[in-house]
């Protein structure tokens, strides 16, 4: 059904497109594409030659952080999101990464909650991390890999 993939250039736009319609306050296509551009790595969720969602990640020894995660309103609760979380986890593992974070916002109860299936803690609140017209305090979490 689903296979993952490496972000490469050609997938930006129809990657970018699946952040805006997900998130209330998107990257920008800058930010997108700097983060590509410096490194960042990046998997794609593919069904049927469509990107069903996207991840980026930066791995910095013994650390990564999950920068992004979307995945299309029609692909959601379908394993998507699930094949690209336990592949980011195989390539950490691999790379030798002990503990992965990320931010998600406190009123994203859904996002929470999946996070929380895959094995990830809650640690603390990062006060108005997320700024523009949808302001809101971060919950920052973390899953320790095996």
């Known amino acids: 059904m689903f296979h993952v993939t490496s972000l490469r250039e050609e997938h930006l736009e129809e990657s970018y497109e699946i952040e805006k319609l997900t998130n209330p306050t998107p990257w920008t296509y800058k930010n997108f594409k700097s983060s590509f551009e410096v490194g960042h790595f990046g998997l794609i969720c593919i069904y049927k030659n469509q990107i069903a969602g996207f991840a980026i990640y930066s791995p910095i020894k013994p650390e990564a952080h999950l920068l992004n995660i979307a995945i299309a309103h029609k692909f959601q609760k379908k394993g998507a999101g699930a094949l690209l979380l336990n592949t980011i986890f195989d390539q950490c593992t691999v790379m030798g990464i002990k503990t992965i974070y990320l931010e998600v916002r406190i009123s994203n109860i859904k996002a929470i909650l999946f996070y929380e299936k895959f094995g990830f803690k809650k640690d603390a609140i990062r006060e108005n991390y997320y700024t523009g017209e949808h302001k ?11």
Do not use: C, Q, T
């Open 136 to 146: 809101e305090d971060a919950l920052l979490m973390s899953k320790v890999l095996a």
